[in-house]
Protein backbone atom coordinates (compact mmCIF):
# COMPACT_ATOMS: atom_id res chain seq x y z
CA UNK A 1 0.00 0.00 0.00
CA UNK A 2 1.31 3.48 -1.07
CA UNK A 3 1.46 5.94 1.78
CA UNK A 4 2.79 9.35 2.27
CA UNK A 5 3.18 11.42 5.32
CA UNK A 6 4.20 14.66 5.52
CA UNK A 7 5.93 16.04 8.42
CA UNK A 8 7.66 19.99 9.63
CA UNK A 9 4.62 22.06 9.48
CA UNK A 10 4.07 24.86 12.49
CA UNK A 11 3.78 28.31 13.06
CA UNK A 12 6.47 30.81 11.71
CA UNK A 13 6.78 34.42 11.89
CA UNK A 14 6.06 36.47 8.28
CA UNK A 15 9.93 36.05 6.37
CA UNK A 16 10.97 33.19 8.82
CA UNK A 17 11.37 29.90 7.25
CA UNK A 18 10.27 25.76 7.78
CA UNK A 19 11.06 22.45 6.05
CA UNK A 20 8.27 20.24 5.02
CA UNK A 21 9.66 16.34 4.68
CA UNK A 22 7.34 13.90 2.76
CA UNK A 23 7.99 10.40 3.46
CA UNK A 24 7.06 7.23 1.29
CA UNK A 25 6.41 3.81 1.72
CA UNK A 26 4.88 0.83 -0.49
CA UNK A 27 6.54 1.40 -3.51
CA UNK A 28 9.78 2.06 -5.91
CA UNK A 29 10.19 5.50 -4.54
CA UNK A 30 12.94 6.44 -7.10
CA UNK A 31 10.52 6.32 -9.88
CA UNK A 32 7.84 8.28 -9.31
CA UNK A 33 8.16 12.12 -9.52
CA UNK A 34 6.18 14.03 -6.63
CA UNK A 35 4.47 17.26 -6.33
CA UNK A 36 3.55 19.59 -3.45
CA UNK A 37 -0.09 20.81 -3.48
CA UNK A 38 -0.92 23.56 -0.77
CA UNK A 39 -4.91 24.09 0.20
CA UNK A 40 -5.45 28.28 1.77
CA UNK A 41 -8.16 28.36 4.24
CA UNK A 42 -11.46 28.57 3.21
CA UNK A 43 -9.89 28.15 -0.50
CA UNK A 44 -9.11 25.51 -3.06
CA UNK A 45 -6.19 23.32 -4.04
CA UNK A 46 -3.08 25.46 -5.43
CA UNK A 47 -0.28 23.56 -7.38
CA UNK A 48 3.36 24.23 -5.72
CA UNK A 49 5.91 22.23 -6.98
CA UNK A 50 7.01 19.48 -8.53
CA UNK A 51 10.28 16.63 -9.47
CA UNK A 52 11.07 13.91 -11.03
CA UNK A 53 12.29 10.95 -10.19
CA UNK A 54 16.20 11.25 -10.37
CA UNK A 55 16.05 15.14 -9.24
CA UNK A 56 17.26 16.72 -12.42
CA UNK A 57 14.03 18.88 -13.32
CA UNK A 58 12.01 20.73 -10.92
CA UNK A 59 8.90 23.23 -11.39
CA UNK A 60 7.51 25.62 -9.22
CA UNK A 61 4.11 27.89 -9.11
CA UNK A 62 5.51 31.63 -10.00
CA UNK A 63 3.72 32.75 -6.30
CA UNK A 64 6.28 30.54 -4.74
CA UNK A 65 9.16 30.60 -7.22
CA UNK A 66 12.28 32.05 -6.04
CA UNK A 67 11.37 31.12 -2.31
CA UNK A 68 10.37 27.60 -2.46
CA UNK A 69 12.83 24.97 -3.00
CA UNK A 70 12.02 21.12 -3.65
CA UNK A 71 14.41 17.82 -3.21
CA UNK A 72 14.76 14.40 -2.80
CA UNK A 73 16.41 12.03 -0.99
CA UNK A 74 15.82 8.54 -3.00
CA UNK A 75 17.82 6.87 -0.05
CA UNK A 76 15.44 8.13 2.56
CA UNK A 77 12.42 7.85 0.59
CA UNK A 78 11.70 11.13 1.33
CA UNK A 79 11.10 14.60 -0.62
CA UNK A 80 11.85 18.02 1.17
CA UNK A 81 10.14 21.57 0.53
CA UNK A 82 12.54 24.16 1.77
CA UNK A 83 9.75 27.09 2.42
CA UNK A 84 11.81 30.50 2.77
CA UNK A 85 10.83 34.36 3.15
CA UNK A 86 7.56 33.22 4.43
CA UNK A 87 3.99 35.28 3.70
CA UNK A 88 0.63 35.55 5.38
CA UNK A 89 -0.77 33.93 2.03
CA UNK A 90 1.56 30.78 2.38
CA UNK A 91 -0.79 29.67 5.47
CA UNK A 92 -2.71 26.65 4.75
CA UNK A 93 -2.31 22.41 4.72
CA UNK A 94 0.53 21.42 2.63
CA UNK A 95 -0.34 18.13 0.77
CA UNK A 96 2.69 16.25 -1.35
CA UNK A 97 1.34 13.62 -3.81
CA UNK A 98 3.06 10.84 -6.09
CA UNK A 99 2.77 11.78 -9.38
CA UNK A 100 0.81 9.17 -11.78
CA UNK A 101 1.58 8.20 -15.44
CA UNK A 102 -0.10 7.22 -18.31
CA UNK A 103 0.69 9.16 -21.57
CA UNK A 104 2.65 11.97 -19.28
CA UNK A 105 3.25 12.59 -15.32
CA UNK A 106 0.00 14.46 -15.60
CA UNK A 107 -1.97 13.69 -12.56
CA UNK A 108 -1.74 12.66 -8.70
CA UNK A 109 -2.22 9.50 -8.26
CA UNK A 110 -1.68 9.02 -4.25
CA UNK A 111 -1.83 12.16 -1.68
CA UNK A 112 -0.58 12.21 1.64
CA UNK A 113 -2.68 13.34 4.62
CA UNK A 114 -1.25 16.93 4.91
CA UNK A 115 0.65 19.23 6.91
CA UNK A 116 -0.41 22.47 8.14
CA UNK A 117 1.32 25.93 7.69
CA UNK A 118 0.84 28.88 9.91
CA UNK A 119 2.40 32.30 8.70
CA UNK A 120 1.44 34.92 11.22
CA UNK A 121 3.28 37.28 13.49
CA UNK B 1 -2.18 32.55 -13.70
CA UNK B 2 -6.20 31.99 -12.51
CA UNK B 3 -7.87 29.13 -11.41
CA UNK B 4 -9.95 26.68 -13.54
CA UNK B 5 -13.10 28.32 -13.44
CA UNK B 6 -16.00 25.86 -11.54
CA UNK B 7 -19.74 26.16 -10.00
CA UNK B 8 -19.27 27.08 -6.33
CA UNK B 9 -21.66 24.82 -5.76
CA UNK B 10 -24.03 21.90 -6.92
CA UNK B 11 -26.67 19.80 -5.32
CA UNK B 12 -28.84 16.39 -6.34
CA UNK B 13 -31.50 14.05 -4.96
CA UNK B 14 -29.66 10.13 -4.32
CA UNK B 15 -30.23 8.90 -7.48
CA UNK B 16 -30.08 11.54 -9.54
CA UNK B 17 -27.03 12.97 -11.68
CA UNK B 18 -25.29 15.82 -11.58
CA UNK B 19 -22.11 17.69 -13.81
CA UNK B 20 -19.36 19.61 -13.20
CA UNK B 21 -17.87 22.02 -15.48
CA UNK B 22 -14.56 22.90 -15.18
CA UNK B 23 -13.47 25.93 -18.02
CA UNK B 24 -9.77 27.44 -18.88
CA UNK B 25 -8.32 28.81 -21.89
CA UNK B 26 -6.01 27.54 -24.94
CA UNK B 27 -3.50 27.83 -23.06
CA UNK B 28 -4.14 24.70 -20.27
CA UNK B 29 -7.82 22.79 -20.88
CA UNK B 30 -7.80 23.29 -24.72
CA UNK B 31 -4.29 22.44 -25.17
CA UNK B 32 -3.65 19.42 -23.89
CA UNK B 33 -5.77 15.81 -22.84
CA UNK B 34 -4.43 16.18 -19.00
CA UNK B 35 -6.85 16.86 -16.94
CA UNK B 36 -7.68 15.38 -13.78
CA UNK B 37 -10.37 15.54 -11.08
CA UNK B 38 -10.49 14.93 -7.48
CA UNK B 39 -12.68 14.44 -4.84
CA UNK B 40 -11.93 15.93 -1.14
CA UNK B 41 -13.89 14.97 1.90
CA UNK B 42 -12.39 17.86 4.81
CA UNK B 43 -9.79 16.42 6.89
CA UNK B 44 -8.94 14.05 4.35
CA UNK B 45 -6.12 13.55 1.29
CA UNK B 46 -7.67 14.16 -1.84
CA UNK B 47 -8.84 11.09 -4.17
CA UNK B 48 -8.26 10.70 -7.73
CA UNK B 49 -11.73 10.21 -9.76
CA UNK B 50 -10.36 10.75 -13.38
CA UNK B 51 -6.78 11.34 -15.20
CA UNK B 52 -6.35 12.45 -18.81
CA UNK B 53 -9.90 13.78 -19.27
CA UNK B 54 -12.25 10.14 -19.02
CA UNK B 55 -9.60 7.89 -17.82
CA UNK B 56 -11.33 6.01 -14.49
CA UNK B 57 -8.54 4.77 -11.96
CA UNK B 58 -8.93 0.90 -10.94
CA UNK B 59 -11.51 1.14 -7.71
CA UNK B 60 -13.17 3.68 -8.80
CA UNK B 61 -17.11 3.77 -9.17
CA UNK B 62 -18.20 3.90 -13.11
CA UNK B 63 -20.57 6.15 -11.88
CA UNK B 64 -17.79 8.76 -12.64
CA UNK B 65 -16.74 10.04 -15.65
CA UNK B 66 -15.34 12.93 -17.70
CA UNK B 67 -15.06 14.36 -20.54
CA UNK B 68 -13.88 17.72 -22.49
CA UNK B 69 -14.63 20.15 -25.47
CA UNK B 70 -12.94 22.66 -26.31
CA UNK B 71 -11.56 24.66 -23.38
CA UNK B 72 -13.77 22.87 -21.01
CA UNK B 73 -13.85 20.20 -18.89
CA UNK B 74 -17.24 18.12 -17.12
CA UNK B 75 -17.35 15.67 -14.36
CA UNK B 76 -20.53 13.80 -14.45
CA UNK B 77 -21.27 11.93 -11.95
CA UNK B 78 -24.49 9.58 -12.17
CA UNK B 79 -26.92 7.68 -9.55
CA UNK B 80 -25.77 10.19 -6.89
CA UNK B 81 -24.86 8.94 -3.40
CA UNK B 82 -24.84 10.31 0.01
CA UNK B 83 -21.10 9.75 -0.05
CA UNK B 84 -20.69 11.49 -2.92
CA UNK B 85 -21.10 14.58 -0.97
CA UNK B 86 -17.57 16.49 -1.01
CA UNK B 87 -15.48 19.00 -3.05
CA UNK B 88 -14.46 18.58 -6.09
CA UNK B 89 -11.34 20.07 -8.13
CA UNK B 90 -10.50 19.39 -11.59
CA UNK B 91 -7.06 20.12 -12.81
CA UNK B 92 -5.24 20.83 -15.78
CA UNK B 93 -1.21 20.26 -17.35
CA UNK B 94 -0.68 24.26 -18.22
CA UNK B 95 2.36 23.66 -19.90
CA UNK B 96 6.24 24.42 -18.44
CA UNK B 97 5.84 21.58 -16.14
CA UNK B 98 2.86 23.39 -14.29
CA UNK B 99 -0.26 22.66 -13.34
CA UNK B 100 -3.11 24.74 -12.29
CA UNK B 101 -6.52 23.42 -10.60
CA UNK B 102 -9.93 24.73 -10.56
CA UNK B 103 -11.80 27.15 -7.48
CA UNK B 104 -13.10 23.40 -6.42
CA UNK B 105 -17.34 23.11 -6.32
CA UNK B 106 -19.12 21.88 -3.34
CA UNK B 107 -21.42 19.06 -4.19
CA UNK B 108 -24.23 18.50 -1.95
CA UNK B 109 -26.62 15.44 -2.00
CA UNK B 110 -29.99 16.47 -0.54
Known amino acids: EVQLVESGGGLVQPGGSLRLSCAASGLTFSTYWIHWVRQTPGKGLVWVSRINNDESSRSYADSVKGRFTITRDNAKNTVYLQLNSLRAEDTGVYYC??????????????WGQGTLVTVSS | QSALTQPASVSGSPGQSITISCTGSSSDVGSYNLLSWYQHHPGKAPKLMIY???KRPSGVSNRFSGSKSGNTASLTISGLQAEDEADYYC??????????FGGGTKLTVL
Open chain 2, 52 to 54: EGS
Open chain 2, 91 to 100: CSYAGSSTFI
Open chain 1, 97 to 110: ARAGYSSAWSYFEY
